[in-house]
């Protein structure tokens, strides 16, 4: 949503530098929120796992 909020701003011709800045504040915030949820849910998951179920899901990419 962000994203598109930041794009729709740059395809105004009128924007303002000041409006620009906005959006993209508000777009980093938003994917730091995301990283620090994605974050403690993978902490979560990994309390669950076994070192075998870690491993293949770290090898997929999964979890880092």
């Not at 924007?15 to 906005?22: F, H, L, T, V, W």
């Not at 974050?39 to 075998?52: E, V, W």
């Amino acid at each position: 949503e962000k994203v598109a909020d930041l794009r729709t701003t740059l395809e105004k011709k009128d924007a303002s530098a000041d409006e620009i800045k906005g959006k993209l504040e508000a777009l980093r915030a938003a994917r730091a929120k995301a990283k620090e949820t994605l974050t403690a849910a993978q902490a979560d998951l990994k309390g669950l796992l076994t070192a075998r179920q870690e491993a293949v899901l770290v090898g997929y990419g999964m979890l880092e």
